[in-house]
């Protein structure tokens, strides 16, 4: 292939997580500055950029869906694997006819020398944090920030430490810089992200407190929210230096999994029901209005009707604002079978979802008439507590603005400017 001939055109396709999409964006970027170019279209693409994703077995089906349309619309296209895929597929040793480049997490910083077809053999393997100054936004007014991939702990339902590696983190004062430059560029939400967002900083000697109090520091006008910490990560410390924050976003993602402390025992889960509850009801105490949410996992093996009760029960009393429910999917490195039919596993799903509605809408309601502040993107903005907003009047991006909840349209929050 002769790549001085003419430029070439590639297509991102990051599914699953924000770290996800994080890396989908810094590989675009690397090939940019590369002189590729990114496009919108598949028809007009040379690649196709899968970036993806293998949490559950469905988000794994979604990226192979996406490449059978792909190829039906541009038969032509070479399809280039990355992300946690990519190194599934290598770990599997999984015939790849339907890819042309898999590219493992440790070379994604390659990516443009891989698709001039140089010999991955003549190239090292980097294990630091596959980070790129992503700089091109558009009109966007938040921006998610991976600054820690990999995990070293050990959930028995969980594959993404299999193929995200150890855990490492980007260095302070490179994160420093990095949002100074999105501060430049207009950016005024920041939402930090990582495989284990708890843990950053360790590989340096520091933590995620540290990094927190030196972003405080920063003069500028601008928010920023973490997307999900792990229970335990939440500590007395951490929780003071949000407290203390004036750019923090009330909001919290804490994965529970399950309510029952011998499902929790059996995932590897590092924590009691009676723990995670206390943790809700400080964060509460500590941040009256924030919104806090959870993860939950149903049908994992050895789920009774007894342990479902347990959970749905635990649910019920803890002063959760919504919940993200999945259902056990086994991975290769956890290959469970299941314990109870795909009929009883969908009606508990269903139980739960009703009361995550139950929950959200109780959230709504005890919101009406309260003042927050919205980072508006035209015609509609984002909350503090992470709902969408709409606003009376087109308003001008990338303002913080406080306002006040009047009524809500389904999950939508009706907005007065004050």
């Known amino acids: 292939m002769e ?11 990051s599914p699953g997580c924000r770290t996800n999409q994080c890396d989908g964006e810094m590989l675009a970027y690397i090939l940019e500055k590369d002189n590729f170019k990114r496009v919108y279209s598949i028809e007009k693409a040379d690649f196709l950029i899968i970036s993806g994703c293998v949490v559950t077995e469905k988000a794994e089906k979604e990226s192979l869906r996406f490449i059978n349309k792909a190829k039906k619309l541009n038969p032509n296209i070479k399809i280039v694997i990355s992300g946690c895929l990519a190194e599934k597929e290598l770990k599997e040793k999984i015939s790849s006819s339907f890819c042309n480049f898999l590219i493992p997490q440790n070379f994604r910083f390659y990516i443009s020398k891989i698709l001039k077809e140089e010999k991955i053999d003549a190239l090292s393997p980097r294990k630091d944090i596959f980070f790129a100054p992503v ?21 028995a339902y969980c594959y993404v430490r299999e193929v995200r590696g150890e855990p490492c983190s980007l260095e302070k004062k490179k994160v420093i810089k990095q949002i100074q430059n999105l501060i430049k560029n207009n950016i005024k939400e920041i939402v930090f992200c990582g495989t284990h967002l708890g843990i950053y900083g360790k590989d340096f000697g520091y933590s995620l407190k540290d990094l927190l109090e030196e972003v405080e520091k920063l003069e500028e006008n601008f928010r920023f929210r973490l997307s999900s910490l792990e229970p335990w990560d939440l500590n007395d410390d951490l929780i003071e230096t949000l407290r203390n924050s004036k750019k923090f976003c009330h909001f919290f993602h804490l994965p529970l999994q ?15 029901a009676e723990f995670y509850f206390n943790l809700i009801l400080k964060i509460k105490r500590y941040f009256e209005f924030s919104r806090i949410g959870a993860d939950l996992i149903v049908g994992f093996p050895g789920e009774g009707e007894k342990e479902f009760q347990e ?13 993200h429910i999945f259902t056990y999917s086994p991975r290769p490195n956890n290959p469970f079978l299941l314990t109870e039919s795909s009929l009883t596993i969908k009606e508990r799903y269903n139980t739960l979802k009703n009361l995550d509605k139950k929950m959200r809408e109780k959230d709504k309601g005890k919101r009406i008439g309260l003042k927050t502040e919205a980072l508006t993107i035209g015609k509609e903005g984002i909350l503090r ?16 603005l406080p306002c006040k909840i009047v009524k809500w349209n389904d999950d939508k929050a009706i907005v007065e400017i004050l």
């Open 3 to 13: 790549f001085c001939q003419r430029e070439f055109n590639f297509y991102i396709y």
């Open 385 to 400: 507590e992470n709902y969408y907003c709409i606003f009376k009047d087109n308003l001008k991006s990338s303002l913080l």
């Open 311 to 323: 959970t749905l029960n635990f649910l019920k009393k803890i002063p959760l604002d919504y919940l």
């Open 135 to 155: 700089m091109k936004f558009g009109r966007k007014s938040r921006f998610f920030f991976k600054i820690q991939e990999g995990c070293s702990q050990n959930c």
């Open 258 to 272: 399950s309510g029952s402390d011998f499902i929790l025992k059996k995932m590897s889960r590092p924590y009691s």
